[in-house]
């Protein structure tokens, strides 16, 4: 059977590379083989696909997405990481398909080979949300994933409107896909033992939102007012929204009242085709 890396390969091969997981990089290695192939077999990697990895690190992950035939394409900011993989992959997975990348996660906007279907990645936590978007964003042709986060921020990205956890990411993942948490992880299967909870959040892509669907530029109109909105979120929107839907509460309550949604309602209160109502109304009101 092909091999995985356990608790003892973890330490070894770190050792050998002078690594010492760091906070700022968000390095917490998997370490143990049954998660691994639970999160690929959640993922539904299908051998023969192309899936893209996010911070691999010690190769943990990618070893299970090998294991499952999967042509991988690894993203890695560290450099002695990014060297080592394909040997770490030779060495346990021969005969598989891996490419590395060494590159920051939120710079890359194009990949070697045949795009990905798919994304499965154990996310550096300090910069889970922005790579998932920018991710999404670049890469259209990923069509559903498995991500493992810090359980706060899954529940986040999982919620809907009206959940005391619900925000910006909430609105914005939602634009790209339907989102699902989908399982916990113990602490305990990760080296360095992290101080969060950890969760899998999983996702599937469809067309954005709106009748016709919304374009790129409307999106980013979206967002400017799901970001206005929840920085003030205990504001109701026509006093939130006012810096960005023309200066006063009247203007803003002007267009919020043209897109059908109440201005004494909270950004909490709505969901991602709401926000792109008020965005298409904002050029009505000039």
């Known amino acids: 059977m092909p091999r995985l890396l356990g608790?003892?390969?973890?330490?070894?091969?770190?050792?050998?590379?002078?690594?010492?997981?760091?906070?700022?990089?968000?390095?917490?290695?998997?370490h143990d083989g049954n998660t691994v192939r639970r999160i690929v077999q959640t993922a539904g990697v299908e051998a023969g696909e192309t899936v893209l990895e996010i911070g691999p690190?010690?190769?943990?992950?990618?070893?299970?997405?090998?294991?499952?035939g999967a042509n991988v394409v690894a993203?890695?900011?560290?450099?002695?990481?990014?060297?080592?993989?394909?040997?770490?992959?030779?060495?346990?997975?021969?005969?598989?398909?891996?490419?590395?990348?060494?590159?920051?996660?939120?710079?890359?906007?194009?990949?070697?080979?045949?795009?990905?279907?798919?994304?499965?990645?154990?996310?550096?936590?300090?910069?889970?949300?922005?790579?998932?978007?920018?991710l999404l964003e670049h890469f259209p042709s990923i069509r559903s994933g498995i991500v493992m986060v810090q359980a706060e921020v899954g529940h986040r990205l999982a919620a809907g409107p009206g959940s005391k956890v619900y925000g910006a990411p909430s609105v914005k993942a939602a634009w790209y896909g339907d989102w699902r948490t989908a399982g916990q992880v113990s602490r305990l299967v990760f080296w360095p033992v992290p101080?969060?909870?950890?969760?899998?959040?999983?996702?599937?892509?469809?067309?954005?939102?709106?009748?016709?669907?919304?374009?790129?530029?409307?999106r980013r109109a979206t967002f400017e007012l799901v970001d206005a909105a929840f920085q003030q979120r205990r504001k109701m929107l026509r006093?939130?929204?006012?810096?960005?839907?023309?200066?006063?509460?009247?203007?803003?309550?002007?267009?919020?009242?043209?897109?059908?949604?109440d201005p004494q309602a909270r950004g909490e209160q709505l969901?991602?085709?709401?926000?792109?109502?008020?965005?298409?109304?904002?050029?009505?009101?000039?």
């Open 7 to 30: 608790p003892a390969e973890i330490r070894d091969l770190a050792q050998i590379l002078g690594v010492t997981p760091t906070k700022k990089l968000g390095q917490n290695f998997v």
């Open 57 to 68: 690190g010690l190769g943990s992950l990618t070893l299970g997405l090998l294991e499952a």
């Open 75 to 134: 993203v890695e900011i560290d450099g002695r990481l990014a060297e080592q993989l394909p040997h770490t992959a030779t060495l346990m997975q021969p005969g598989t398909s891996l490419t590395v990348v060494h590159d920051d996660a939120l710079r890359v906007t194009e990949l070697p080979g045949e795009p990905p279907v798919r994304l499965v990645a154990n996310l550096p936590y300090n910069v889970s949300v922005p790579v998932l978007l920018h």
């Open 195 to 218: 101080n969060v909870d950890s969760v899998l959040v999983g996702f599937a892509r469809r067309d954005a939102p709106g009748d016709p669907p919304g374009t790129e530029a409307e």
């Open 239 to 261: 006093q939130a929204l006012s810096g960005v839907l023309g200066g006063s509460a009247a203007d803003a309550s002007a267009v919020l009242e043209l897109a059908g949604i």
């Open 271 to 286: 969901g991602v085709d709401e926000f792109l109502r008020i965005a298409r109304a904002l050029p009505a009101s000039d």
